[in-house]
C-alpha cells in the first residue's frame, strides 16, 4: 500500500473554536501523520457565507483549547479566519501549506439552497480563493443533538454522537490524503463532504452533486416592531430523479462527495 504524503493543514469551521466536532477532525489528521494549525472563530459564525468584517476591526489571539497544535481564534467570519491566518498568523504563507479542511459543521452543507450560506464551505472556499486544495465537511444531526451541541459545545451524554463524529472524522482525514494531493493547487475546487448519521468505519463515500431545492420563508412574519426573525424552513426538493444528489445520499446513510468546481460557474 502507497504511504499517504505528510501535509500542512489549515483547519477551521463556523462553530467556533470550542466545538467538540473541530477537535475530533484535528485529532484525526494528527493521527494520520499531518502537521496541522487551527485558526477558528472566536465565537459561532454559523450561516455567514464567504462575508468578511469589512467595517470594523477583527482581532487574532494565540489560543490554548488543548489540541496540541498551533492554534489561534480570529473575532470575526470563517473567511476572515482563513484569510488572516494564510497572510499574517502562519509561518510561510500558502506557499507553506498543502490545503485547508472546514468543520466538521453541526448538521449538513447539503444542495444548492443551503451551500452558498454555509460558513464552513466559505473558509474552505477562501483556502481555495488562496490557490490550496479545499475541503468542507459537515455531519447530519436530528434536532435534539444539534441543540444539545450548541447549548454546551460537548459530546457529553452523547455517546452515540461520539462514536459517528470520530469515525467522521477519520474519514476526513483519509479523504484529505487521498484527495488534495490529486486536486493540486490554483483550481478553485472546494470537496464538500456531508457525513450520514450515523457514520461508522464502513460507511461508503458517493460521488454526487448539489440537490436543487428552493428554500422560500426564512424569515417570520413582521412583528409588531416590524422585525422579522429567522426560522429555518425544510428545502422544496426539485432535482431531477436521475441526479445522485447530495441530500438523497445522506438520508441513504452513505457520505456524499460533491465536488464545488468554481471554475464552471
Known amino acids: ?17 470550542r466545538s467538540p466536532f473541530l477537535h475530533a477532525l484535528t485529532r484525526a489528521l494528527v493521527a494520520a501523520g499531518h502537521e496541522v494549525c487551527v485558526v477558528a472563530p472566536l465565537r459561532e459564525q454559523s450561516w455567514t457565507g464567504a462575508s468578511k468584517c469589512r467595517h470594523r476591526p477583527v482581532a487574532s489571539a494565540v489560543a490554548d483549547h488543548g489540541l496540541g497544535v498551533p492554534t489561534w481564534t480570529v473575532d470575526g467570519t470563517p473567511a476572515d479566519c482563513v484569510n488572516i491566518a494564510l497572510a499574517h498568523l502562519l509561518p510561510g504563507g500558502p506557499a507553506s501549506f498543502d490545503g485547508v479542511v472546514s468543520g466538521i459543521n453541526y448538521g449538513l452543507n447539503t444542495t ?3 451551500i ?15 490557490g490550496l486544495p479545499a475541503m468542507a465537511c459537515s455531519q447530519d444531526l436530528d434536532y435534539d443533538e444539534w441543540n444539545a451541541l450548541t447549548a454546551t459545545q460537548s459530546l457529553d451524554g452523547l455517546a452515540s454522537t461520539r462514536a459517528t463524529i470520530e469515525a467522521s472524522a477519520a474519514h476526513a482525514a483519509r479523504l484529505a490524503g487521498e484527495l488534495f494531493p490529486v486536486t493540486g493547487r490554483g483550481r478553485f475546487v472546494v470537496h464538500n463532504l456531508n457525513f450520514p448519521r450515523p457514520c461508522t468505519a464502513a460507511s461508503r463515500v458517493v460521488r454526487t452533486v448539489p440537490a436543487r431545492v428552493r428554500v422560500p420563508g426564512l424569515f417570520s ?3 409588531d416592531d416590524g422585525t422579522h426573525r429567522f426560522v429555518f424552513t425544510d428545502a422544496i426538493d426539485q432535482s431531477p430523479a436521475d441526479l445522485i444528489t ?17 471554475t464552471r460557474l
Do not use: C, Q
Not at 121 to 126: G, L, P, Q, R, T
Open 1 to 17: 500500500m502507497a504511504l499517504v504524503p505528510t501535509m500542512r493543514l489549515l483547519i477551521s469551521n463556523d462553530d467556533g473554536i
Open 112 to 114: 444548492l439552497g443551503f
Open 116 to 130: 452558498s450560506a454555509s460558513g464552513t464551505i466559505a473558509a474552505a472556499w477562501e483556502g481555495a480563493l488562496h
Open 221 to 223: 412574519p413582521a412583528a
Open 246 to 262: 447530495d441530500k438523497a445520499t445522506v438520508a441513504a446513510g452513505h457520505i456524499s462527495h460533491s465536488v464545488l468546481d468554481y
